[in-house]
């Protein structure tokens, strides 16, 4: 093994800095809502406690949105750095979402939280309910121009090749805004992050009744987060089998790949293994726990469907429509198979993992029930947070992964991306220093959360006590900044 590599290095580097700046995304998506919904119902019941969890949960919010905005500038530097190839050659498309989301949809919604977090005593109250929506539907358009950039790496559409051949360039933005891998991908990525903030919520809920702090407050909280994680499982899991349908038609391979299924099937043989063992090119299987037509049925939502195996995919593709790529991939055009099977299971175990995690605590909690839920029961909810956030990162491994080993599907293979004057020992240079850097960012981070979700959010006043009014949050004494 080379490691000095700058192909490996590279991929290495972007890898665990995607991974690292995602993990700050779907909170951001997610807390956003909880927070508007939060003073939604303080701006209509009035009740304190509402406001409290409003600003509690405020604080959190801005944290998280504050080092994903740090992490993400990183991502736009490697283009250049690392990646000098692909950006010249889809540079004409890929740049134009990623214009829109940081011209038009960060400074959107930057503007609004701003207004948020300074307008408590200057803006009247309808006004600054309003701008906390707002910020939240710029954070959601932001997430899609993401998602159309993505989209385009993995169902290339709206484009046309340059005279020599060289680049690719745009002739239809609305094609690529419309790109059906997105359409089908921002509700699957809302859920996801709505389920992963559900999770926050719970773990923090926990936490503080496993301690008997701020009790009324955190059961309001944890109701909220139970039903949350639940309705965005569900969500999740039917925008999820929305765009498995759309990965079939464009990206079969990735299909193949999640199941590692070397010959195509129909019917009761397109079978869906929950657990394998076997050799790594499929000649024989050990063991295997397989539920019938389940594959057949997830891929074209029929129970007699044909789905397309590996080697079947790699002649076609060897033969037919990528044969110009065939001697670099050596007749292979699958990715990395016990990556994509094992993230694909990790990926609906872990989340199932959460909502089980809800649905339980969900019935101890009822109305009705005739005990307070036991000590082991709040540990076992603090591990809603670490599942779901898991799980929405073995998916984005998945994501990425199973387009292996392709940039630009059909367009480009990622070998062809790296910058091609860019010697290993500096790509080497920059990882090690991304890395120690971004580990510095991850204990300031998990501190300043840490910190807050400890303290918890302000108490509410004795009865008969005149309540205090809001005030903007540099200025409250709860606030970590």
Known sequence: ??????????????????????????????????????????????????????????????????????????????????????????????????????????????????????????????????????????AWFSAYFILAANAFMQNPVGYQMSADGHRAEMNDFLAVLTNPIALAALPHTLFAAFMMTAGVIISIAAWHLLRRQNIEMMRSALRYGLWGMIVAFIGTALSGDQLGLVMVQTQPMKMAAAEAMFNSACGADASFSIFTLGTPDGTSELFSIRIPYLLSFLSTHTFDGCVEGINDLNMQYTTQMFPQFADQVGGNFAPTLWITYWAFRWMMGLGGIAALVAVVGLWVTRKN????????????????????????????????????????????????????????????????????????????????????????????PEPGSEPDQPTALEDTPTTVY
Do not use: C
């Not at 690292?20 to 009740?47: C, D, E, N, S």
């Not at 199973?402 to 020992?425: A, H, K």
């Open 1 to 138: 093994m080379d490691f000095l590599d700058p192909l490996a290095l590279a991929r290495w580097q972007f890898g665990l800095t995607t991974l690292y700046h995602f993990l700050f995304v779907p909170l951001t998506l997610g807390m956003a809502l909880t927070v508007a919904i939060f003073q939604t119902a303080w701006f209509r019941t009035a009740k304190l406690k509402w406001l409290h969890l409003t600003r509690f949960f405020g604080k959190i919010f801005l944290i998280n949105f504050a080092m994903g905005v740090v992490t993400g500038i990183v991502q736009e530097f490697q283009f250049g750095m690392n990646w000098s190839s692909y950006s010249r050659f889809v540079g004409d498309v890929f740049g134009a979402p990623l214009a829109f989301e940081g011209l038009l949809a960060f400074f959107f919604e930057a503007t609004f939280i701003g207004l948020w977090i300074f307008g408590w005593d200057k803006l009247p109250k309808g006004l600054h309910l309003a701008s906390i929506w707002i910020a939240t539907v710029g």
């Open 369 to 460: 029930a005739k005990k307070e839920p036991a000590t082991w029961m709040w540990r076992a909810a603090i591990w809603a947070w670490p599942a779901s956030l898991l799980a929405i990162l073995v998916g984005w491994v998945f994501t990425e992964m199973g387009r292996q080993p392709w940039i630009v599907f059909g367009l480009m293979l990622t070998e062809d991306g790296v910058s091609p004057s860019v010697p290993g020992w500096t790509v080497l240079i920059s990882l090690v220093a991304f890395t120690a850097i971004y580990a510095a960012l991850a204990v300031v981070e998990i501190g300043l959360i840490m910190k807050a979700a400890h303290k918890g959010p302000d108490p509410l």
